[in-house]
Structures are given as C-alpha cells and as structure tokens.
C-alpha cells in the first residue's frame, strides 16, 4: 500500500455518481443486461470515465465508483447463495426506529414515508456465487487504469456485518453461526480482489451505526457486539496481507441531526485490532471533526495509516481547500505526516440513486480535496 512519503496522497471512500443510463438498469435491477454485449461495453466506458474523472481531479488512488453497483449492500445479494427475498417483513427505512428517530421524529418521518429496499433473508447456507459480476467489476477496473496514471486503485466490498445486520438470518442457530457463515462466503471476494492486484477496501458503517439502530442499554454492549464483529472480519480477511487492505467505517446517516453517533473514542481500540493497514473514518462533519483530538492518546500503531475525512457527504458546501489543509496538518501533526492519507467521509452515492450531493458538487469537493492535499504537503514538507 501506498504511503504519503513525500507529500499527501489523496483517495475517498469509493462511491460515486452514475450516468443516467447506468441508474436506469440499477433501477430495474437488470443486473443481467450487464452481460448483455451492448451495456456490457457502455458500463466499461463508464468506468474509464470516472477513473478519469478522479485522475483529473488530482486523486491519487482511485476505484471504479462502484458504477455497476446498486448499493454497497444491496450489490452482495447477486452473490451470495442461500438468501430469497424476504417477503415476510415490511420494507421500512433502516432508521424507523433508532435513537434518531426518536429523538427528531418529525425530521425523520419523510424518510420512513418513503420507499425502502426490500431486504433478503436467508434460508440455506451461505455460500459465495458471485465470481462472473466481481470478474466483470476487475476487468472493467483493469482496462481503465491502463488510460490513466495513478498511485493505486482499490475496489470496495462490504463487512460481513453489514451483511448479517442488513439481511434476516431464518437458518442459522445463532447470530454469530450467520455472521461467521458469511465471513467465510465473503474471504473469496476479498482475496480475488486482492489477488488482482488491487486494494480492497473493507465497507463497514454497522461496526458504528449498530449503536444508534441496536436496543443496546450500554456502550459496553455495543463494544461487546463490535468485538466479535471485528473477529468475524478478521476470519473472512485470513490469508490476506494487512498492506491490502483499507478499512473503511461511517455513520449511515448523510444529512441528519446525528446526536447519536457512537464517539469514535469508544471503539477506536477495536477498531486498530482489524487486519488492515489503512483505516477511513468521518473527520470533516460537525459531528466528528474535533474527533482528531483522540490521536493525540491513541497511538497509531506503527505502520498503520489513518484516511481522515476532509470533505463531507453531509453538506452541499464545498470545503474550502485551506480548511482541507488544516484538517490534514492536525492529523499529521498527531499521526505522522507519512501516515495521512486524504479521504472523504463516505461515499457520494452509496446507494446508486442518492441525489442528496449533486454531482456538480461532488467533483469541486474533490477538487477541494486535491488542492489542500497540495497546500498540507508544501506546509509539512516544504516544498
């Protein structure tokens, strides 16, 4: 993996705008008309396009945007066997019950009016189906890198606790039986990206939002629960060297009151015992951009790199490029400077159809982002 040795290298947590005609085949879930030779080729220029995109842009390591994604979850149910549609439970949004909703009901309430995915429950076992969609996703990466000149490319795939909170477990005897099934399901994606030769990156937000969706009656619970999550990771990361892999975790809430976000300083420590080298978390939003403070008592380990979020999913402001660089001088300066890497908070269109940032506004906050990279490297390297 690639480190800030000499100035700061920047990436952001994976998603990105889709073209219109790539949404219209998400939206109706034609997941197979991506074999079809004609859309096939239309996803590839896609792909091409945003690697562009974000080469023009100044980012340094890059991904495919999850263009041929529905949904960093969602995405996962064409590859895993022994799942069906749950048509037992009501389709209602994640949030219908959680600390926030109660908290700022009358806020949330649009939300929870509105449609919401269907979720899968699973009925069999669990077994890994999705070698041809991966394949397609690794070909089409390839041939956009080689049009394009960059540090390093990664290619996300979601934690299997997201998959196990996300989706009904109606098989196992146990939570941990379904969570560690899907471990072991998941390991062939991580290690078929990583054999690639790219980056994979862990998506991982219910190792935090668990807390605000979850009846936890403590911290120590939800510590308790993230515990055995990380070590279910862990299992599914066997194998596969550190330096491959990043870590990537958020709130699932964009634009929202977010009073119950878990402090990062409560599972920090668990956090650092993942197998990754590199660990993406929100630093840039109201919520948690004072969080920098807990490097200063938390000792990164050595090796380790932290991808602070500099610009924000959660507002349509554009950072201003010296905000950027105060932002990531902060972390150099309780980190190391060759231990930043500049990130974003979350993905721009987790979910394929999300308008909440306008493209638009996507790209001139990347165009933030590289230009403070700049101004923090001439700041900490001198040149």
């Known amino acids: 993996m690639k480190r800030s040795s000499d100035r700061i290298l920047t990436t952001h947590a994976g998603s990105l705008p889709r073209p219109a005609d790539i949404l219209e085949k998400l939206a109706a879930k034609a997941q197979a008309a991506f074999d079809e030779p004609g859309t096939a080729e239309r996803l590839r220029k896609a792909v091409v396009e945003i690697v562009r995109k974000q080469v023009d842009l100044g980012v340094d390591i890059v991904d495919d945007g999850e263009q041929g994604k529905v949904g960093f979850i969602p995405y996962i149910n064409e590859r895993l066997a022994g799942f069906e549609l749950d048509t037992t439970r009501l389709a209602v949004s994640p949030w219908a019950h959680s600390r926030e909703a109660r908290s700022f009901p009358e806020f949330y309430a649009p939300t929870h009016a509105a449609a919401a995915p269907n979720r899968m429950v699973c009925t069999g076992p669990i077994s890994y189906k999705g070698q041809k969609p991966l394949q397609r996703d690794i070909d089409n990466l390839k041939a956009a890198l080689k049009a394009a000149k960059v540090e390093e490319a990664f290619m996300p795939s979601v934690s299997p606790t997201s998959v196990a ?15 560690f099934a899907v471990a072991d399901a998941m390991h062939q994606e991580y290690k078929t990206i990583t054999d690639a030769g790219f980056l994979v990156q862990i998506d991982d937000p219910h190792l935090v939002t668990q807390w605000i969706t979850e009846p936890y009656e403590s911290i120590d619970e939800c510590r308790k629960a993230a515990q055995m999550q990380v070590d279910a990771l862990n299992h599914a990361l066997r194998g596969i060297a550190p330096e491959k892999v990043r870590h990537h975790t958020c709130y699932g809430i964009n634009i929202g009151p977010r009073i119950h976000d878990l402090e ?30 807990v490097w200063e008592t938390v000792k990164l380990p050595d090796g380790k790199i932290v991808i602070p979020g500099v610009i924000s999913h959660s507002t349509v402001v554009v950072e201003h490029p010296e905000l950027v660089a105060q932002r990531l001088t902060r972390f150099a300066g309780v ?5 930043v890497i500049a990130g974003s908070d979350c993905g721009f269109a987790t979910f394929a159809a999300s308008k909440e940032i306008h493209p638009s506004i996507v790209w001139a906050k990347f165009q933030a982002l590289s230009d403070g990279a700049r101004i923090a490297s001439k700041q900490l390297w001198g040149r």
Do not use: M
């Open 165 to 179: 909170d996300w989706h009904r477990n109606a098989h196992y005897k146990s939570y941990e039986d379904y969570l």
């Open 264 to 293: 990062l300083k409560h599972l920090v420590d668990i956090i650092l015992t993942i197998n990754a080298q590199a660990y993406s978390f929100e630093a840039s939003n109201p919520r948690h951009e004072h969080e920098w403070q």
């Open 335 to 339: 980190c190391g400077r060759e231990n």
